[in-house]
């Protein structure tokens, strides 16, 4: 009689089943981050845990498997947008002069504000704690402000006034503002502020 293979034949679990059940759990939490983003994307301003589970591909219980509330989905979200724009502020600058990489921040803003704006306006809708979290919106606007006041050179850093406009210009509230309630399109929002910014530098 012909001896079974050990661990395997005995219905033992393989060194490689606690794996594979960690990326399949990892895949699934991926694909319902990306599932909410579709949705809130596509104009869903609060879909909810069934649309999130039809949309990912996986039930309702493995949502909340993996989120104990929309709260906490919506938390995870918000890092996941805040890499998106950090991955736009990490790329290098093509302008020369600080002139030019203060222009090129309206470029990568639009960009950047853009990709995150559905999200936030969907979260301002709701009121109901899904909102980006206080600490997470002073981060990312501390952030933004750090990239200006990092290519400003010392003598433009030390106006306050000019300081504080460029950093109101070169916000999401303006972008926003421009977009939706003045209706602009993002290429004529971005030649506003552009033609805005040019008059506080100058040049």
Known sequence: MTAKPDAVAAGAPSEEEPDGRRRRSLDSRARIVAAMLELIRAGHTAPGAEQVAERAGVGLRTVFRHFKDMASLYREMSRVIEDELQDVADR????????????????????????????????????????????????????????????????????????????????????????????????????????????????
Do not use: M, Y
Request: positive net charge; without cysteine; aromatic residues 6%.
């Open 92 to 203: 290098p600058f093509r302008g020369r002069t600080w002139r030019e990489r203060i222009l090129e921040l309206v470029e990568r803003r639009a960009v950047g504000f853009e990709k995150i704006a559905p999200f936030k306006r969907a979260s301002d809708v709701q009121r109901l704690g899904a909102r980006l979290p206080a600490a997470d919106q002073r981060r990312l606007n501390a952030a933004l402000r750090g990239i200006l006041e990092r290519e400003l050179p010392p003598e433009v850093a030390a106006d306050a006034v000019k300081v504080e406009a460029l950093d109101l210009l070169l916000s999401f509230e303006s972008w926003d503002r421009l977009r939706s309630e003045q209706g602009l399109s993002s290429r004529r929002a971005r030649a506003v502020l552009e033609r805005a910014v040019r008059g506080v530098i100058g040049g």
